[in-house]
């Protein structure tokens, strides 16, 4: 943590979309409030209150106990009441919100130590000392390889060690799970988040690359630098069906959308408990297993502290100790593992669901891996944009006259975003459509297309009626005409109102989409404002797995850089 | 009520440890230590978590007599309070006895609260007293740090020593602790569990495969604290200078500034595991990372005996069994309790800090001591009865008596040890 300037890109990096389980849900954008704990019903001037920012990864958990602890009107030695105002959003999210003050946080708990780190760093340059000083850690879950059973199996699961190099001898194979008698299971495909804002996708990079490096520690920027290391990289990432900001958007598509969707995703330990609990999941069509790399693996380990600002007082710190206490007592630290957590209070024994009935191995891991220094994490990093799986987009916008004024200036301002955030080998098609759809660019790389894609964004204006249907089945045709097996190809749909002027219906398009799944096109669709047919647009972004979202002028701009955390 | 109390606070300032290298001696029986971690143990600033887990009752008030319960708290100013600085190797003991004590008649007129601080940190906020948290008891890991404390008393308050009445409350040396698994293969490979065998495993060319065929286990990991925040991290520096030299006593400067002990230093501690990227600042937050992540963490600690012991049925519920080694050479701890007789302590809270002390030397609040794994200060209580957890835990490799108990080195070889350390940039 020796670079001021490192750590804040690093803080910024991880901060866009927060980490973790940072979304809110499958629709819609990423942020604060849902599962935030209920308001209290004692009089401001009898309680005490704390505000808790908190890595979602744990919301259940926090929003159960944290309502049980709000409702026993437990008091602090001046006989106020203390109510909790628990608050999940991502990691690097709650971060960034209490340094920039946005959040009066009086308490806080990412996902990992990584960012009590960085959140310290950036503070001690901006004011000299610590964002919180001493943390507990409330649960811990491992960071693991989520893999359909019978797939593990194949790979050698539950007979050998298995890692990461097994997972790029798959890679390798042209003809995917073929090689290991399996051609049913048709390609490797592999999801993990972006390591720009996730926790779980940032520590996927550190694994592959300690992996390639045979190291367990001290990695080194030497280390980094070789090509062997890149070329490790650059084949595992080749498997990555997409990228995306939240962990638990993974989990949900995996364990939703089954084997031919994602055969492995790098998760949370807790989240492979959470598969088999059947009221959330009741079809799957396989056990979901965790692979613990035999190279090592990262801790999530949700450390908590009182916040060192001028507004926690020594009520607050007395009322937030009070609560930390409550969270590592037994009964709360049971409740914990009830949610697949392994409890921080070590008088505990570990029981189900912690046991291989529930997919885990509760004796692994063997054996972890080092943190990086700040510099390294940042040449990791700058590695993985060189050799990530690049993205080829068709931007899909519509222009019909529905959209004149306010919506058109924030969709144009929310697509120009977009823009800014792909990278400069990634590549972009635009094709507005009102009454018929037009081509203006097709597979411009953006090294050097970006001013001319964004200039041609800038140059829209609303006219004419709404051939949505035409427009996507004209992007998915270019995409199939154009194959690019070796990029992230994928469809972004934006649109105010239903489709009136197509010549394609509804089931001929989701037909189509459908067809081509295994060429891995997704379509994310957005419905604008009030007049978008969601189930509609639910419907298209489902048949390809992909994600459909809720936009408004206030919001749209979010929404363009959540979708662009796919690529 | 017992309060366990918290607060975040600087790190042991070098001022104060070079200070401190001038005043070790010799105790009880001959010892070395500093207090205990001057990043605080568990509750002191700077670590990354916490020791053991209290479950002391009460606030963290500084005299709110509301509980950590809907019930309606005791009449305040019925009770005579007052507050313990105590280093937090003995938290889960103390707060244990602090339980007791409140059941107790004197309990229920007394009540002391418990407040986590480092011995160098416990001493500041004496000297710089009273505060905002004033202490009335302070309780550090060694009895190291007491003529120090006493000159800058005098310095600041032109007095005699505060310190009006004092006994030791337990003590404990070092230890190697390892899972056991682990450890048996490690013997195979090098029969003895030394300083210098751990060095060659930490830099085994492919860990634990080279050393017995595991590759599964990665590297061999090794953790300390960070000598420059931690009493136990510098004491293995100490240890590991006096088994380099081969001697208990008589560890001179020109010992460590040799070019071979520097360098076989420096390749020490380029092996020592970090998994967090960086040394802990607390031996209680290293031993409970060890417990928390498993064989996955650390293979082997250089730890207290006392925490080793409190941790063993965690470990085994856990992971594995824990297994002790003690360094061939070794030095000890002994927790005094010094009361104090300072201008914000009334006659009535040094009487109740009289009462709490003896409570504490009692013979069942000693033998508990040493269900933590303290071996008490009480001479009367014995330590070789088959309950004795020395006894009971003995197939853990826990032994009564140690080997060789090292001198304290002089102020100038702990300083250059440190610097030298400090050198290495970890």
Redesign the interface.
Known sequence: ?RSTALVTLLACVLAIAGCGDGGGGDHGTAGAGHGATRQSDVPAAKRIDLVFPYGSEKKHWLKEVTEAFNA????????KIIHVQAIPMGSGETMRQILDEHTKAHLWSPAS?AF??LGNAESETRLGKPLV?????LV?S?VVIAMWKPMAKALGWGTK?VGWSDILELTRHQDGWAALGQPQWGRFKFGHTHPKYSNSGLISLFAEVYAATGK???LTLEDVEKPETGKFLEEIEHAVVHYGSSTGFFGRKLFGNGPRYLSAAVLYENMVIESYDRRKHPDLPFPVVAIYP????F?S?H?VG?V?RPWVT?AH??AA??YI??L??KEQQQAAMRYGF?P????I??AAPLDTAHGID????????????VPVMDAILKLWRKHKKHANIVLVLDTSGSMKGQPMARAREGARALIDLLGPEDRLSFLPFSSRARWVLKDQEMRVGRNRAQTAVGSLYAEGGTALYDAILAAQEHLRQNPTPDRISAIVVLTDGEDRNSRTSLRQLLDRVRADEEAGVKVFTIGYGKGANEKVLEGIADATQAKFYRGTTQNIREVFKEISTFF | MAIPE?K??GAGKLVFFTLLVLVVGIGYLVYSQFGPDGG?D?????????G????GPG????????G???GS?PPAGERVEFRIAYGTEKRLWLEWAAREFEKTAAGRRIRPILYGRGSVEGAQDVVNGPG?KPIHVWSPASSAYRDVFETEWKIRHGAGSPILRSDNLALTPMVFVGWKQRLDAYRAKYPQVDFRSVAEAMHAES?WDTIAGK?????F?FGHTDPSKSNSGLLALVLMAYDYAGKERGLEVRDIMTAEFQQWLARFE?GV??????LTHSTGTLM?EM???????YDVLMVYENLAID?LK?AR???DELVVVYPERNMWNEHPFYILDVPWSSEKQRAAAGEFLDFLMSEPIQRQALQHGFRPGNPMVPVKFDESPFVRYAKHGLKIDLPRVCEAPKAEVLQNLLASFQRLGR
């Open positions: 943590m026993s009107h437990t008091k602090i030695g001046n006989g130590g009590v780190k000083g001493k943390t507990s850690e811990l491992p060690p367990t520690s001290k035999k190279e090592g693996t801790w380990d450390p009182v060192d020594d710190r007395e100790e009070i206490e409550y590592l007592e392994r921080a209070n070590i008088e024994e570990l509760p004796n692994e891991p063997k054996t972890t891996l080092e943190v990086p220094s | 918290r975040g606070g605080g568990g509750n002191g600033n700077g670590g990354n978590g916490s053991p887990q209290a479950t606030t963290a008030g500084s005299g709110g007599p509301a950590h319960s809907t708290p905002d860990g590759p599964e286990w990665g590297h990991k380029r595991a970090r998994p967090g990227g960086s409970k417990i928390l992540r498993g064989p996955s963490q941790y965690a519920t856990r992971w």
